[in-house]
């Protein structure tokens, strides 16, 4: 018993050793890709929602633009309109010309604000005429719709320009060169020449002013009173079929003549 005694200590030694590294090797690896898929799976889902907060902030951009309608004639006088559009919606209107003098004072004082307001909140030109004001409430939703037209083509020739800066680069260089002066020739009158000089852009009269008009005495008078009428009347009739001003029948007839010369010498 003696002599076996230290042989059976050694035995029971080693297999006690190898026990204890079999448990250690079957525990270490079993811990290890337990970690690494917790931590694999953490990360990517931080990672999305960092990436999700930049794009949604950056979609809310929107444009602001201001467009102006164009001239509505009226019994009483012209009517213009300009808008505020943002984000596709209107933020302010207001007319820049109403008709002037004596009662259409009042009656523009008394309408137009009521028609700014109408507009803002219809959104549209679709608004109801202000008692006491109908041409006036028919010209301002004339020209209102003009310039809400303008607008939705100013927002789709901006999306398009957006997509290819060269295109749009050379649209607008080639507008500028559509746009010319051209003068036309002297109409004689008994009381003295009437010359016309308008300018055209895109196919449109943009300006129109008389260079020359009859001077001396009452002519003074008559032509400071007729003149800027019918500067406004042929931008806004786009020809010369317009109207003579009463009580300057010579300067409105040769006016006429001459701004029908510098058409045609426009090509319009």
Request: net charge positive; hydrophobic share 35%.
């Amino acid at each position: 018993m003696r002599k076996s005694h230290p042989v059976r200590r050694v035995v029971l030694a080693t297999a006690a050793t190898v026990s204890g590294i079999v448990l250690l090797l079957s525990l270490k690896p079993a811990s290890g890709p337990a970690s690494a898929q917790a931590a694999g799976g953490a990360a990517p889902q931080q990672t999305a929602a960092a990436q999700e907060s930049p794009q949604g902030g950056s979609g809310q951009q929107t444009g602001t633009r201001t467009v102006t309608g164009e001239v509505a004639k009226t019994q009483y006088g012209p009517v213009q309109v300009r808008v505020t559009v943002s984000g596709g919606k209107i933020t302010k209107a207001e007319a820049v010309q109403a008709p002037k003098g004596g009662l259409s004072d009042q009656k523009t004082a008394m309408a137009v604000p009521k028609l700014n307001q109408e507009a803002v909140a219809a959104q549209s030109a679709q608004i109801d005429a202000v008692s006491g004001a109908t041409y006036t409430s028919g010209g301002y939703k004339q020209s209102l719709q003009s310039a809400l037209d303008k607008a939705k083509s100013t927002s789709g020739g901006g999306s398009s320009s957006g997509s290819g800066g060269g295109s749009g680069a050379s649209g607008s260089s080639g507008a500028a060169a559509q746009a010319r002066t051209v003068t036309g020739n002297v109409a004689q009158t008994q009381y003295g020449p009437v010359q016309v000089r308008v300018t055209v852009s895109g196919g449109k009269i943009t300006k129109a002013e008389a260079v020359q008009a009859p001077k001396g005495g009452l002519s003074d008078q008559k032509t400071a009173m007729a003149v800027p009428k019918l500067n406004q009347e042929a931008v806004s009739a786009q020809g010369a079929n317009i109207d003579a001003v009463s009580g300057a029948t010579y300067t409105s007839t040769g006016y006429k003549q001459s701004l029908q010369s510098a058409l045609d010498k426009a090509g319009g």
